[in-house]
């Protein structure tokens, strides 16, 4: 499975970006999915999550009221969109997939990687 991620890019601070997350070929309805980041020298971090079914969404406390995670399951892709942006937002982000096999079992898949740059 190949997720692949668009529409980072560079914009200035207090700007707007929307990455996309699909999966050509592949359906992913049955994965929570998720959004990570990891900006230069920096672990790679959590930052947004979405169940499967599209109920339940969860951030990192830094994005809250800024970063919203969304799924359309009919075109199979999820979304994070990203207002107010700032400087420390600047990283590469990944899409992330996992479905859970069993209580000790899952399958996962990342995505290449997109860049975001905030400018102050």
């Known amino acids: 499975v190949h997720l692949v991620e668009s529409g980072g890019g560079s914009v200035q601070a207090g700007g707007s970006l929307r990455l996309s997350c699909s999966a050509p070929?592949?359906?992913?309805?049955?994965?929570?999915m998720a959004w990570f980041r990891q900006a230069p020298g920096k672990d790679r971090e959590f930052v947004a999550a979405?169940?499967?079914?599209?109920?339940?969404?969860f951030y990192v406390d830094s994005v809250k009221g800024r970063f919203t995670i969304s799924r359309d399951k009919v075109k199979n892709t999820i979304y994070l969109q990203m207002n107010s942006l700032k400087p420390e937002d600047m990283a590469v982000y990944y899409c992330?997939?996992?479905?859970?096999?069993?209580?000790?079992?899952?399958?996962?898949?990342w995505g290449q990687g997109i860049q975001v740059t905030v400018s102050s």
């Open positions: 992330y997939a996992e479905r859970r096999l069993s209580p000790d079992t899952y399958d996962d898949y």
């Open positions: 070929g592949y359906t992913f309805n049955d994965y929570a």
């Open positions: 979405i169940s499967f079914d599209g109920s339940s969404t």
